[in-house]
């Protein structure tokens, strides 16, 4: 690799005119990931007329930054109000709020604020030096990698949660019947559209999320008005203690990895890091059961896999022209009206711009880590703010986030409805995170299962015999049969041991 | 349309056009409308794009947009309402006012193929709009991977099955390459991806053998030499690509394009929509909209109102005809 670019890349970010838009792009990328309902890329939309104006290196870094700051402010609003606005986050909502109300919010929010910074920057170093090795990657993810993939990643969603197993495997089959809503994927077909083109392109994740979790919550805390409030810690709590820091580093660890590798496949790479990494980290703890109550880790392994995974994610755009999400897709409209073409020949004809890029990522999350950690205890005291008052304004929000997704106002009308349909299920004891996750990775493994079934002539043997999904076959079993198998063997045995030793 | 009060402008214009419309003698009833008219635009024209952000679609009418802003003499912000290959922001255009202050981009494959796909009743058709002006017109380029065996589009065709990817159900990408692989006698199967994107990559990653896509949506990995172009579905070669033959040198007559044109409600004022006409022709003059459709493999597409209509009414006859023919099921609803 050619280090000189890389170096002068360096020059390109740290000019005072791009430092001042990757500023500018963090500061509003939080703002608007705290907001719930508002996401990256339709503010990214909303501000491309901005860019016009500016050269086209600075435009990038400020939309990038719009990017990954929303992740970080995401967080926030996951935390807190338990309202997640990426797919990415919603496994955060689980512990994170879990801690919040336990009057945790502060470290919980710092840990969060570190595992981001830490898997951001991680991705951006493995970006630098692997990234054009790693272009192949994405390539090796055909149809029948994506639906084994899928279905790995529903098998994880009933890890998560802490009630009934049934109860998540109920709520995550309603996730897959909604994910079906939309014209067939192959066939055209109109399915459960109520013959109207409102529905025709499916329900968007914002919505789904934003109702189930958002309007639903809200509903049922209406009910509770004299549930006890979560006690607001006092500002000095708002930085990790010892213990939490502890827990937390390998976590952060393992989760950067597997948000790096994940996020470089288009189409739910993040939400597949953000379910792997809390799998893993619910296995590997000696206690399971403190997940889904506020396990500090349940926080730190997916917040780094999920802004490991933003980072890597501009992988696939740069160096083989092809964008991963609809963040993405806008970004990849913003360089093409600069003139710049994204793709194999970027990082050649334009190193300023890729290098640039890249570099200001650096500067980026240093720049979040230093907003976030001071303007954790002012967010911590929204939960001091009246519910009579926090729950409509956060309504209201939540609405003109989702009136900007489409700009369509049927949209908040589905909002709703989905909001009472999540609180029914709060209020019978189902779960939104399965429901929801299931919802985002049943579009991906119907569609993906029968483009492979298509591709392979009906033959389902090849998904073994291709290699890479032939291993993520392996992966499956192993993980869904074998392990429980054994698992259910050993405290058999153990059992009977302790009859053994009480006689 | 409410006639609006006189305003001082307004009645000025209405002085200097009185001998004009004593004339034409039948203006009475509407004066009020016509001074609104000879008024319009008074604040920004909203310029609706039923995609979503980022595509070929949002992008031109971005740069479009741009550059009409100084002929019109108002900003012409761009709104995005995606949903079902544009129907759902065309018939909010339909249901609201026809004063010209919002107009939209549309393209042809809603008019001419979709129907071919998808059944509805309400579907949208031509007559319910008025061409403003019309704008791109984009083909359709059968690619293979650099890699791959087949060098010309007869070694492909010569193949004994051949799978593709297409952007989607219900597009020209699969129309195009189903009229091709059906015309030519080729054991194909078409597998739809979802848009161009993702179509792309799986050729890319050889999981597919072909896919017919935009140029837009194949230029930059054409010229990076990762993929190869052995037809375009247009009547005349491409400027952009002048040594790939096109599908009808090769005797298959297959032409599929894409269309795009700026439509407002069939009812607006003829001085609204001429002064938007007018602003437009002199956008489409400008050097910055000129450097956009050349970086982004677009050719032009300039003809007036009616025969824009007439292309797009004979097409989407033209385009049912040959589907029927080959007894194509590009969806199950035809």
């Avoid at chain 1, 339709?42 to 700051?69: D, N, R």
């Avoid at chain 1, 790995?152 to 019947?177: D, M, N």
Wanted: hydrophobic share 50%; with cysteine; proline share 6%.
């Amino acid at each position: 690799m050619d280090f000189s670019s890389v170096l002068s890349g360096f020059a390109v970010a740290f000019e005072p005119q791009n430092l001042l838009f990757c500023l500018i792009g963090v500061t509003v990328g939080m703002l608007i990931g705290v907001l719930p309902g508002l996401g990256p890329a339709a503010t990214i939309a909303i501000l491309l007329p901005i860019t016009y104006s500016l050269e086209p290196t600075a435009a990038v870094i400020m939309l990038a930054g719009i990017f990954y700051g929303a992740q970080y402010g995401g967080t926030i609003t996951s935390v807190l109000l338990r309202m997640p606005g990426e797919a990415s986050t919603v496994v955060t909502a689980l512990d994170g709020h879990a801690l919040a109300r336990r009057g945790e919010a502060g470290p919980a929010l710092g840990v969060a604020a570190i595992a981001s910074f830490i898997g951001g920057t991680a991705s951006i170093l493995l970006l630098t030096f692997i990234a054009p090795a790693l272009a192949g990657v994405a390539l090796a993810f055909g149809p029948a990698e994506y639906t084994v993939l899928a279905l790995i990643g529903i098998f994880l969603v009933g890890t998560l949660g802490s009630g009934s197993l049934w109860k998540s495997a109920a709520a995550a089959a309603l996730g897959l019947l909604i994910a079906t809503v939309g014209l067939d994927p192959l066939l055209g077909t109109p399915r459960f559209t109520f013959g109207t083109d409102q529905l025709a392109d499916g329900i968007d994740f914002t919505i789904v999320a934003m109702g189930l979790f958002g309007v639903g919550e809200i509903l049922y805390n209406l009910e509770h008005r004299d549930r006890p409030q979560p006690r607001v810690p006092a500002f000095g709590r708002a930085i990790p203690g010892r213990m939490h820091w502890l827990r937390s580093r390998m976590a952060i660890l393992r989760g950067s990895v597997t948000g790096f590798v994940l996020g470089i496949l288009p189409g739910g790479g993040a939400t597949m890091s953000s379910l792997v990494s809390y799998a893993v980290e619910k296995r590997v703890a000696k206690d399971p059961s403190r997940f889904g109550k506020g396990a500090i880790e349940g926080v730190a392994g997916p917040e780094s896999a999920n802004n490991a995974a933003a980072t890597s994610s501009f992988i696939p755009l740069l160096t083989l022209g092809i964008p991963a999400n609809a963040t993405m897709a806008v970004l990849f409209g913003a360089l093409m009206l600069q003139g710049i073409t994204p793709g194999p020949g970027l990082m050649n004809d334009h190193p300023d711009v890729f290098w640039g890029v890249v570099n200001s990522m650096y500067v980026g999350n240093l720049l979040l880590l230093a907003l976030s950690i001071p303007l954790i205890g002012v967010f911590v005291r929204m939960l001091k703010v009246r519910p009579g008052v926090l729950a409509p304004l956060t309504v209201v929000i939540t609405m003109l986030g989702v009136y900007s997704i489409r700009n369509n106002a049927f949209d908040m009308l589905l909002v709703v409805g989905l909001g009472l349909l999540g609180y029914g299920m709060r209020k019978l004891g189902f779960e939104p995170g399965p429901f929801v996750l299931a919802f985002v990775l049943g579009s991906l493994l119907e569609a993906s299962f029968r483009r492979s079934m298509r591709l392979f002539g009906g033959d389902v043997t090849e998904f073994v015999q291709r290699p890479v999904s032939g291993v993520l076959v392996a992966v499956l079993v192993l993980t869904v049969v074998v392990v429980p198998l054994l698992r259910g063997v050993r405290a058999r045995q153990s059992a009977a041991a302790a009859r053994v030793t009480a006689e | 349309m409410n006639p609006r009060p006189f305003t001082r402008r307004g009645v000025l214009a209405g002085i200097a056009a009185t001998p004009v419309a004593a004339l034409t003698a039948c203006n009475g009833v509407q004066g009020g409308a016509d001074a609104a008219a000879a008024d319009f635009p008074t604040r920004a024209v909203d310029f609706w794009v039923p995609f979503d952000p980022g595509g070929s679609g949002d992008l031109v009418s971005r740069a479009l947009a741009k550059a009409a802003e100084e002929p019109l003499g108002e900003s012409l912000p761009v709104t995005n309402k995606p949903g079902a290959n544009g129907a759902v922001g065309l018939k909010e255009l339909l249901a609201g006012d026809a004063d010209g202050y919002t107009i939209s981009l549309a393209v042809k494959s809603l008019f001419a193929i979709t129907p071919l796909a998808v059944e509805d009743p309400d579907a949208v058709v031509i007559e319910d709009f008025r061409i403003i002006t019309t704008l791109t017109n984009e083909a359709y380029v059968l690619v293979v991977h650099a890699d791959s065996a087949y060098r010309t589009l007869d070694d492909l065709l010569a193949a004994s099955a051949v799978n593709y990817a297409t952007t989607g159900v219900g597009t020209g990408s699969q129309l195009s390459a189903q009229l091709l692989f059906v015309g030519a006698g080729v054991d194909a199967t078409d597998v739809p991806f979802d848009g161009g994107a993702s179509a792309v990559t799986a050729l890319l990653g050889q999981e597919v053998d072909a896919v017919s896509a935009s140029l837009a949506e194949t230029m930059p990995q054409i010229e990076a030499g990762e993929l190869r172009a052995i037809a375009v579905f247009s009547e005349e070669r491409s400027p952009f690509l002048n040594d790939v033959p096109t599908a009808m040198e090769a005797g298959y007559d297959v032409v599929v394009d894409q269309r795009r044109f700026v439509v407002a409600p069939a009812a607006v004022d003829d001085e609204v929509a001429g002064v938007l006409s007018l602003a437009f022709e002199d956008a489409k003059e400008s050097p910055e909209y000129g450097q956009f459709l050349q970086d982004n493999y677009m050719d032009r597409w300039e003809v007036d109102n009616l025969e824009a209509k007439a292309h797009l009414s004979e097409a989407a006859e033209q385009y049912a005809a040959l589907a029927e023919d080959a007894g194509l099921q590009l969806g199950d609803g035809s």
